[in-house]
Nanobody, 119 residues
Framework: QVRLVESGGGSVQAGGSLRLACQASGYTSCMSWFRQAPGKEREGVAAICSGSPYYGASPKGRFTISQDNAKNTMYLQMNRLKPEDTAMYYC?????????????????WGQGTQVTVSS
């Protein structure tokens, strides 16, 4: 199973930006970002498969997913952050073939990186 390590989380003020990274132990054609706030279900943020991006409803044009295959690394550029973006962000790999934005369809997960946005 591929191993995943997230980085880049932190605390920012509303309107700020962060860039998350997910380093995989090997090449994987499809990867995704999820987030989970306290007391809420894990939510699909974005996914990328063979260079094609897919976005959930929450980013609404503020987030951009990308992938550097040479580095086995996926990124999530988050701009115009809002307090409601506060959550633990997880990357995932090894999709089962189902929905790219459903957490139930991914077999490999990272430990997560915390994003906190203050108003």
């Amino acid at each position: 199973q591929v191993r995943l390590v997230e980085s880049g989380g932190g605390s920012v003020q509303a309107g700020g930006s962060l860039r998350l990274a997910c380093q995989a132990s090997g090449y994987t054609s499809c990867m995704s970002w999820f987030r989970q706030a306290p007391g809420k279900e894990r939510e699909g943020v974005a996914a990328i498969c063979s260079g094609s991006p897919y976005y959930g409803a929450s980013p609404k044009g503020r987030f951009t997913i990308s992938q550097d295959n040479a580095k086995n690394t996926m990124y999530l550029q988050m701009n115009r952050l809002k307090p409601e973006d506060t959550a633990m962000y997880y990357c995932a790999a090894e999709n089962t073939g189902g929905s790219l934005l459903s957490p139930n369809e991914w077999n490999a997960w990272g430990q997560g990186t915390q994003v906190t946005v203050s108003s």
